[in-house]
């Protein structure tokens, strides 16, 4: 019997940390007017006098990367792949990975494939990413992670060796299927939703958020 119903959730957060930020985007910057209204037409320089201005960067050119992929903070290994504003294929390798691409936007994929790492096996995706001329440019691909340890609660007692299949809301594709244990879970935060299965009775649960940076313990309250 499959039923609908929301879960109690208890969270207790004993560690927090800090998501990671995605490269900073870039700008050219811009004189300011010297004609300005109220101003004062500024002088030509005297003859023979050195122009000291800092010449214009390019703003067009190639470029060469570094791209890293952490986890909490730590670097990890994943595949990485460089896609342009149409989202087709620039460049790819495993991390970290060192390109030659030509300036200009672009979205990056983190895929981790180490289940120890992150139990879903994520693939994460940066948009937005700002390359400008020269290098080496090191970017940094932050998944972020929750640490969740899951448990079934029935009439005030823990119910022994359920069956957990966790989903992405309005998804039925599986993320994760696991019974849980004593253990914390490596998994990407976010929203969840589950399957609990209790003998041949499966109950589907809503409501369930694991937060970037913590460690939760989660109690699953089944009301039916």
């Known amino acids: 019997m499959r039923t609908l119903i929301w ?33 004062e037409t500024p002088a030509p320089p005297a003859e023979g006098q050195a122009n000291e201005a800092t010449p214009a960067q390019p703003e067009a050119g190639p470029a060469s990367v570094m791209v890293r992929i952490k986890v909490g903070g730590s670097e990890v290994s994943g595949h990485v792949r460089i896609l342009d504003e149409s989202d087709a294929m620039v460049s790819e390798g495993d991390s970290p990975y060192s390109a030659r691409i030509a300036s200009g936007t672009y979205t990056l994929t ?17 948009e937005g990413v700002e390359v400008r001329p020269g290098g080496p440019h090191e970017i940094v691909v932050d998944v972020p992670r929750a640490q969740v340890r899951l448990t079934v609660v029935r009439g005030g007692r823990a119910v022994r060796n359920p069956e957990i299949t966790l989903m992405r809301p309005g998804s039925t594709e599986p993320v994760f299927r696991f019974r849980p244990g004593a253990a914390h879970i490596p998994i990407s935060a976010g929203r969840y939703e589950a399957d609990v299965k209790m003998g041949t009775q499966v109950i589907h649960v809503t409501g369930i958020t694991f937060m970037e940076g913590a460690t939760q313990d989660i109690p699953i309250e089944i009301t039916q």
């Open 110 to 126: 983190a895929q981790i494939s180490d289940e120890s790492i992150l139990v879903d096996r994520p693939t994460h995706r940066s």
């Open 7 to 39: 879960a109690t959730l208890v969270m207790s957060i004993s560690a927090c940390g800090g998501g990671g930020s995605p490269p900073p985007a870039t700008a050219n910057d811009q004189a300011g007017d010297p004609y300005a209204e109220g101003g």
